[in-house]
């Protein structure tokens, strides 16, 4: 995953809060291929949080698009089939974009299916969200923590414990996609700087060794010049210097 460099101190996310005069309508997008064992719990966790879900089933096999098609919290699915020449992440994202905006949305989160968010995620966010409005912010980071070897801890040491990725953006009629094939950043890259929120996104792709494992391989086929990640992908199970923290309780995830 590539990090952008934040340079300005977190926007925090804990009370007290200016009064709010309307909640914003916040939506998340996702695209999933073969993902059927997480959705349950993903639905689960993140519909709470948002009005509703934008999904994109890109090619699945495995159900991912029936499911996602019955789920109430699901207001558009949108389908690329299962023949597709080649992924196209940020064309994905693209379509995901243009389907909330349809929907009325006016504030996107973008979350995949092995993602999940800390249990008072929307009461931090909707704080995130008046705070940055005073400062003329409309686009954040957020903090990524990499679930290690157990549902309550993640790994904390060197470039894992700094991760964040612009995740949560007001949705604009005059988007600025990023060009890049993939790791591309998807909040509005004219909405720069992304300032880092002091809000946590949950990550399970990294739970286990053979997780570890499997996302190297996968990326190592996908990028193996690492032209669109400098460092490459060994850092996915490399463990020297391995520290972990725990998932703290008031801001622990929930299914």
Wanted: hydrophobic share 40%.
């Amino acid at each position: 995953m590539a990090l952008p460099r934040i340079r300005l101190l977190p926007i925090p996310s804990c009370r007290p809060s200016l009064p709010s005069r309307s909640k914003p309508r916040l939506f998340a997008l996702v695209a999933v291929r073969n993902e059927m064992p997480l959705l349950p719990g993903f639905v689960a966790n993140v519909a709470p949080h948002v009005e509703a879900i934008v999904a994109l089933d890109d090619g699945s096999r495995d159900g991912s698009g029936d499911f996602l098609a019955e789920r109430p919290e699901v207001v558009e699915l949108l389908s690329v089939p299962a023949d597709r020449p080649e992924w196209d992440e940020m064309g994905n994202h693209r379509a995901l974009v243009e389907a909330a905006r349809g929907h009325g949305a006016e504030w996107a989160l973008c979350i995949d299916a092995d993602e999940r968010l800390e249990r008072d995620f929307r009461a931090r966010a909707e704080r995130i969200i008046r705070r940055g409005r005073l400062v003329g912010c409309s686009a954040f980071a957020v903090r990524f923590r990499e679930l290690w070897d157990g549902p309550d801890r993640f790994r904390a040491d060197g470039i894992w414990g700094r991760k964040n990725t612009p995740r949560l953006f007001r949705l604009r009629p005059d988007h600025e996609f990023d060009t890049a094939l993939l790791h591309g950043i998807k909040a509005p890259l004219q909405a720069r700087p992304h300032r880092l929120a002091d809000l946590f996104i949950y990550h399970l792709g990294m739970l286990t060794p053979v997780d570890r494992e499997a996302r190297r391989a996968r990326y190592e086929l996908a990028d193996p010049d690492a032209r669109w990640q400098s460092i490459g992908y060994a850092y996915l199970t490399d463990e020297r210097r391995l520290r972990l923290a725990r998932v703290p309780h008031r801001r622990r995830w929930l299914e």
